[in-house]
T-cell receptor
Framework: TAGITQAPTSQILAAGRSMTLRCTQD?????MYWYRQDLGLGLRLIHY???????GKGEVPDGYSVSRANTDDFPLTLASAVPSQTSVYFC???????????FGPGTRLTVL | RKEVEQDPGPFNVPEGATVAFNCTYS??????FFWYRQDCRKEPKLLMS???SGNEDGRFTAQLNRASQYISLLIRDSKLSDSATYLC?????????FGAGTRLTVKP
């Protein structure tokens, strides 16, 4: 069972460039999330989606955008990357009726 | 100030020891609480949910005190494989707030 996959595993990106982090789940979960994890700050929610076609802002949404065209995919886009967006990015999903979130393996992004 | 606060540790304990982690949360609207485990350079994985009545899963016991806005995790008979970072989480619908984590190292 694949669960949640993320791509790429890691990336070095020049400041000012755009990039899309991909997230795909095969569990038919309605809700999906994007977090960033930074040392000493823990995981912080960037954006979420309760169901296909809807998205919402989390704790730290600035500089990021998301879309949810279907149930399985929830890409995160950085339109113009800045060094402060260097982080580990985790995608997660949750089935309706439960509180448990399942996380993908993460994408390590370095913006230079 | 973070909404969920944890002692970052590190906690270094010998095998077989009992260790307790504490966590406080500031949002009284938080409805659900969890402990996640995260191994180095891996994704967080759910360890257990936390209920007001307390719950136990093998060597792990979690407690919630809503009046004090306090959550705890007790690990008995520590194993080497328990070495990880433990994340405390408070949730209000879609808004999950994570603590920065408590690092545990169990030594032979």
């Amino acid at each position: 069972t694949a669960g949640i996959t993320q791509a790429p595993t890691s990336q070095i990106l020049a400041a000012g460039r755009s990039m899309t982090l991909r997230c795909t789940q095969d569990m038919r979960h309605n809700a999906m999330y994007w977090y960033r994890q930074d040392l000493g700050l823990g995981l912080r929610l960037i954006h979420y989606s309760n169901t296909a076609g809807t998205t919402g802002k989390g704790e730290v949404p600035d500089g990021y955008s998301v879309s949810r065209a279907n149930t399985d995919d929830f890409p995160l886009t950085l339109a113009s990357a800045v060094p402060s967006q260097t982080s580990v990015y985790f995608c997660a999903s949750r089935s309706s009726g439960t509180d448990t979130q399942y996380f993908g393996p993460g994408t390590r992004l370095t913006v230079l | 100030r973070k909404e969920v606060e944890q002692d970052p540790g590190p906690f270094n304990v010998p095998e077989g020891a009992t260790v307790a982690f504490n966590c406080t949360y500031s949002n009284s609207a938080s409805q659900s609480f969890f402990w996640y485990r995260q191994d180095c350079r891996k994704e967080p994985k759910l360890l257990m949910s936390v209920y007001s009545s307390g719950n136990e899963d093998g060597r792990f016991t979690a407690q919630l005190n809503r009046a004090s806005q306090y959550i705890s995790l007790l690990i008995r008979d520590s194993k080497l494989s328990d070495s990880a970072t433990y994340l405390c989480v408070g949730s209000n619908n879609n808004d999950m707030r994570f603590g920065a984590g408590t690092r545990l190292t169990v030594k032979p």
